[in-house]
Nanobody, 117 residues
């Protein structure tokens, strides 16, 4: 069973930075496609960034140039470095894992990011 635990969310001022982490338990982390998603109040969950097991990366247009996704397969952990944060980035951030050959999606419980003065 794969379990995901996010951490690193906080209250930060506009223009600030945060780094989110997603620790993954279970075997075979390097074979999982990973992603960061976020959901703001009253809005649908949206994908922020994705990194496949092969290293392909893509970002939502709204975060390009500001956010960086990375993973450390030795530590079974994925990261999201968020710079130049804006109030519009306020949301609960979730990480997701799916095996590269398909199957179930696994989600974390989420971590709150609030960007405000």
């Amino acid at each position: 069973q794969v379990q995901l635990v996010e951490s690193g969310g906080a209250l930060v001022q506009p223009g600030g930075s945060l780094r989110l982490s997603c620790a993954v338990s279970g075997n075979g982390f390097s074979f999982y496609d990973m992603g960061w998603y976020r959901q703001a109040p009253g809005k649908q969950r949206e994908r922020v960034a994705r990194m496949t097991s092969g290293g392909t990366i893509d970002y939502a247009e709204s975060v390009k140039g500001r956010f960086t996704i990375s993973r450390d397969n030795a530590k079974n952990t994925m990261y999201l470095q968020m710079n130049s944060l804006k109030p519009g980035d306020t949301a609960v951030y979730y990480c997701k894992a799916q095996h590269r050959w398909g199957g179930a999606d696994y989600w974390g419980q989420g971590t709150q990011v609030t960007v405000s003065l």
